[in-house]
């Protein structure tokens, strides 16, 4: 028994080409490809540490101001990555005693400040000194100040020694 042609092709064949060439729409993708928990961890992580970024108008220097209450400066990392990537992360712990480490410990009757690692990325300007990024912490403020860099210096014009033709030649006899 012969399937039915469309076109030269068995009617099957043109009904599985349909079905591969089709366009899933986001809320189906998303159920048949759900982000991995690393993903969602990280999501959460970059959405709960807020940051404030400003151009300074005289120098043109990036400050980048990311609100760290309760997390330790040795816990805090500042890196510049490839493509001009500054990435911040870094760890809020749970004060000694007070959780799974064996000390007297507490019983939490709310607990609403956000524990654990953090992480945010931000794309930086072709123009940005990658080699003079700084940063400081302060009351609980991590302020990373990323220059710009100088302005090339612009070519200067090289003079083309314009030479006459003929000139300066000892000039024939008899012709």
């Given at each position: 028994m012969e399937l039915s042609v469309v076109g030269g092709e068995p009617l099957l064949a043109v009904a599985m080409q349909q079905l591969l060439d089709l366009d899933l729409p986001d809320e189906l993708e998303r159920q048949l490809n759900p982000p991995t928990r690393a993903y969602v961890r990280d999501r959460r992580a970059m959405a709960n540490t807020p940051m404030d970024v400003k151009e300074l108008r005289a120098s043109g220097a990036l400050v980048l101001a990311v609100d760290m209450?309760?997390?330790?400066?040795?816990?805090?990392r500042v890196e510049v990555e490839d493509g001009n990537v500054l990435a911040i992360s870094g760890e809020r712990r749970r004060p000694a005693g007070d959780g799974d480490d064996g000390g007297e410990g507490v019983k939490y009757l709310r607990?609403?400040?956000?524990?654990?690692?953090?992480?945010?990325?931000?794309?930086?300007?072709?123009?940005?000194?990658l080699d003079g990024v700084r940063a400081e912490y302060k009351d609980g403020v991590l302020t990373v100040t990323v220059d710009k860099k100088p302005p090339p210096e612009p070519k200067k014009p090289r003079v083309v020694e314009v030479k006459v033709a003929g000139a300066g030649e000892p000039k024939g006899k008899g012709k």
């Open positions: 209450p309760g997390v330790a400066p040795a816990d805090v607990m609403e400040r956000r524990m654990g690692k953090f992480m945010r990325r931000f794309p930086l300007p072709e123009s940005a000194d």
